[in-house]
């Protein structure tokens, strides 16, 4: 088979769709085909098992994600100080090419931690589970919940993540001279564009479930596919979602399918350890009463 008709095959149907993925554009299930998806939804809102892990948002995790936007936040304006004060236009193309290599790096970042938190653990681990692992488990079944989160809760572990690399931005910055800035600007430019499409991943991902009222802006770049689109990431979302992990630009899923990528790594793990995909998962969808 060509490699674009294994693209077209793997492209999922709209029957597909409807038949194994919420529509989203649907929130209150109005859809509902009978009477036992209104009672015992299989996803949304009124899904019991969406309902307890959105009952479990502490607090604590509230602080946490609120110090980590402000302090992520706060490195990303000093360094793009330091970035426009060194910046050098004979060094545009390098610096272009590096920028971009960040956003592919972002892209892929996006879908192995989301493969690894859809994929594996439970809520039940201990510090991991019930801050981390939770959301995964809440969006599968209940999609449009991340469309009800404000600004901190969507994007406090996200935010998180880049903290280092700008940490290490602003070392260097401070620490090393000219001529060592002048050797690793194009460093520089990879990390910074890779911490900042990190961060901006689950904002990206909120707009692909947003189907009303988003600037006009973020539709065009989901249209030129530089932010994730809604139809792209719909693929995910179909039971029991396995494929398309990719979620920043999303420009990695097709080449990753067509290499098998994640079932080979899913088939070797669960060989070494004899634990199956997604089965904390599937429990969660299934507590239907």
Same mark, same amino acid.
């Given at each position: ?38 009672? %015992? /939804?299989?996803?949304?809102?009124? *899904? ?46 390098? &610096? ?15 879908? #192995? ?12 681990? +201990?510090?991991?589970? %019930?801050?981390? &692992?939770? +959301? #995964? ?5 209940? +999609?449009?919940? &991340?469309?009800? =989160? ?10 998180? $993540? /880049?903290? /280092? ?10 620490? =090393?001279?000219? !001529?060592?800035?002048? !050797?690793?600007?194009?460093? #520089?430019?990879? $990390? ?11 904002? &990206? *991902? %909120?707009?692909? *479930?947003?189907?009303?009222? $988003? ?17 792209? =990431?719909?693929?995910? =979302?179909?039971? /029991? ?44 969808? !299934?507590?239907?009463?």
């Amino acid at each position: 088979m060509s490699a674009v008709a294994h693209a077209a095959a793997m492209t999922t149907t709209e029957q597909c769709l409807l038949a194994n993925s919420m529509l989203e554009d649907d929130p209150n299930d109005n859809s509902a085909t009978n009477e036992e998806e209104k009672t %015992k /939804p299989r996803w949304g809102p009124s *899904h019991k098992g969406a309902q307890e892990l959105a009952s479990l948002y502490s607090t604590g995790k509230r602080s946490q994600e609120v110090i980590c936007v402000w302090l992520c936040i706060t490195l990303m304006l000093v360094d793009l100080s330091f970035m426009a004060f060194h910046f050098n236009y004979q060094r545009l193309t390098t &610096i272009l090419l590096a920028a971009l290599a960040g956003v592919i790096t972002a892209d892929f970042t996006s879908g #192995f931690v989301h493969w690894g938190a859809d994929t594996w653990g439970s809520i039940e681990l +201990p510090v991991l589970g %019930k801050n981390f &692992i939770r +959301p #995964f488990r809440e969006h599968h079944i209940d +999609p449009t919940s &991340i469309t009800r =989160h404000d600004f901190i809760e969507t994007n406090g572990d996200n935010f998180m $993540l /880049p903290i /280092p690399f700008l940490l290490y931005i602003c070392y260097c910055f401070c620490w =090393h001279s000219h !001529q060592q800035i002048e !050797q690793q600007y194009a460093l #520089f430019s990879y $990390l910074y564009l890779l911490a900042i499409f990190v961060a901006l991943t689950n904002q &990206i *991902h %909120k707009w692909s *479930h947003t189907y009303f009222g $988003l600037p006009r802006w973020v539709t065009l770049l989901q249209d030129l596919h530089i932010f994730l689109p809604k139809r792209h =990431h719909r693929t995910h =979302h179909v039971s /029991p979602h396995e494929t398309y992990f990719c979620i920043t630009t999303g420009w990695l899923n097709y080449p990753l399918e067509l290499i098998h990528f994640w079932s080979t790594l899913e088939s070797i793990i669960e060989a070494l350890t004899g634990y199956k995909p997604r089965a904390d998962d599937l429990k969660w969808a !299934q507590k239907r009463l």
